[in-house]
């Protein structure tokens, strides 16, 4: 079986969809607060994040917001060096 041969369909892992549709938008948008010694008093600044997405998308519910944050939060912390 060959990987690259196109005719073989790969079934989509990912269970929603309409969140990745999303997901370049969300990281742009919430960049600022993943940036590197980003934070208010020391603490983190997801809380914000999630926000800027909530009012971005006041149709999503509080678990997506959450899986968006979580998900923005793994994306910069493996490409940004420590």
């Avoid at 993943?34 to 600044?45: A, H, P, R, S, W």
């Avoid at 917001?65 to 940004?80: C, F, G, Q, S, T």
Wanted: glycine share 4%; proline share 7%.
């Amino acid at each position: 079986m060959d990987p690259d041969t196109p005719d073989q369909a790969v079934p989509e892992r990912r269970k929603r969809v309409d969140l990745r549709e999303i997901f370049e938008e969300i990281i742009t948008r919430v960049e600022p607060f993943f940036q590197k010694d980003t934070g208010i008093n020391g603490g983190t600044t997801e809380y914000w994040a999630a926000r800027v997405i909530h009012d971005a998308h006041p149709g999503l519910t509080q678990h997506d917001i959450k899986v968006l944050v979580d998900a923005a939060a793994r994306y910069y912390r493996e490409r940004v060096p420590a």
